[in-house]
């Protein structure tokens, strides 16, 4: 019988603290899963050295390709990912939800500036979302990346954890798992 296969992305220092430096790893592992870790590629020989162990998988986040793509995309991508991504929860606060779209309002590149004041009218018209409402990680389909497709082929995930919602970089990776048919689980 072949092993369950998690994919965990830790795209940040909290992530990596929480996901490597608790026991969440190592009980997944002890379980008998088996955990891609999902983390800054310049970290890779470090998190092997300090946390590897039969089991543990550590793959590269490919940041600058996600980077690429969402700086090239701004425009088109930001939009629907700034209402799906801060509406998707119906635990959501508004107030977090205003705060994260400022936030990225901050962030943006001159020619995304523009599309603000629609994106935070979409923001609290839609979120959070009502019941039967699309999943917002599926109408962003149409922005799929295949950053991540060759390593969903090669360990074939069953599960891909992630520690936001889609609001950091893992935006990428959980829009492919949803293209390869993997559940998602965000924290």
């Not at 998690?6 to 430096?21: K, P, S, T």
């Not at 969440?24 to 899963?33: E, F, I, K, P, R």
């Not at 629609?118 to 799929?144: E, I, N, S």
């Amino acid at each position: 019988m072949t092993s369950k296969r998690i994919f965990i992305c830790a795209d940040h220092g909290l992530a990596i603290v929480y996901f490597l430096q608790t026991d969440v790893v190592s009980t997944l592992l002890d379980a008998g899963l088996e955990v891609v870790l999902l983390t800054d590629d310049n970290l890779l020989d470090k998190i092997r050295r300090d946390f590897g162990r039969p089991g543990l998988i550590v793959e590269g986040l490919r940041l600058d390709q996600a980077r690429r793509y969402s700086s090239r995309s701004a425009i088109l991508n930001n939009g629907g990912w700034i209402s799906s991504s801060a509406g998707a929860s119906q635990r959501m606060n508004l107030e977090t939800v205003n705060n994260y779209v400022n936030w990225v309002q901050s962030e943006a590149s001159a020619s995304a500036q523009g599309n603000f004041p629609a994106d935070q009218g979409r923001v609290g018209f839609d979120a959070p979302f009502p019941p039967g409402a699309p999943d917002p990680v599926v109408a962003a389909a149409p922005f799929h990346t295949s950053i991540y497709t060759d390593l969903f082929e090669r360990y074939q995930p069953d599960l891909v954890v992630a520690s936001t919602a889609g609001w950091r970089m893992d935006r990428y990776l959980l829009r492919e798992a949803k293209a390869h048919h993997v559940k998602t689980l965000q924290l």
